[in-house]
């Protein structure tokens, strides 16, 4: 059985939005005033998971990495072009887009319940995504690289209240790597 897997960039005080600046804000490029080393490579340790899973998106961030990926030429890119990806959205993804890329059929809940029955799902950035799983209970695992940053603005991975399982903690570059487990979620 499969699990919903979460990994987000995140600063101290508990932002996720505007990591690479790329949205405009005033305290957006957050993780990268920390250089490269932050964020280059799999700082997530999905290492097979690229092979077997599927990455979920929104359409925002399919859209932006859509931009990013497909140019780039390291064994992490190489992996990421490769991954089978699926992207919450209304409208029909273009022909040209992203390799491996396709809508999700269907109501997402619906659609994590057919799809965790074989494989590992991982959700990548995606703000109302990640939302909509947690209002419906179906995140198991966060995996959360923190930088020491706090911005003080900014739309937050938790907005209320939530206690979490630490599974793991490890310096990644300038960052740290948590593993957090959803407690009554598959281990």
């Known amino acids: 059985m499969?699990?919903?897997?979460v990994v987000q960039y995140?600063?101290?005080d508990?932002?996720?939005?505007?990591p690479d600046g790329s949205g405009g804000t005033?305290?957006?490029g957050w993780a990268m005033r920390h250089g490269p080393e932050g964020v280059a490579g799999d700082k997530f340790r999905l290492g097979s998971m690229l092979e077997t899973g599927v990455l979920l998106f929104g359409r925002r961030t399919w859209n932006h990495f859509a931009g990013l990926w497909p140019g780039r030429d390291t064994p992490f890119a190489r992996a990421m072009n490769r991954a089978d990806k699926a992207v919450v959205t209304s409208r029909a993804l273009p022909e040209d887009g992203w390799t491996n890329s396709r809508g999700v059929d269907g109501p997402l809940a619906e659609w994590i319940a057919g799809t965790v029955t074989t494989r590992d799902v991982v959700v990548i950035g995606s703000g109302s995504v990640v939302q909509a799983l947690r209002e419906h209970g179906l995140v198991d695992e966060y995996r959360l690289i923190a930088f020491p940053t706090a911005v003080n603005a900014g739309r937050r991975l938790f907005?209320?209240?939530v206690d979490l399982e630490l599974v793991s903690s490890e310096m990644t570059?300038?960052?740290s790597l948590t593993i957090h487990r959803v407690p009554?979620?598959?281990a």
């Open 184 to 186: 009554g979620r598959t």
């Open 10 to 12: 995140i600063t101290l």
């Open 2 to 5: 499969g699990r919903v897997i």
């Open 173 to 175: 570059g300038p960052a």
């Open 14 to 18: 508990g932002v996720v939005e505007d």
């Open 159 to 161: 907005p209320d209240a």
């Open 26 to 28: 005033p305290f957006g």
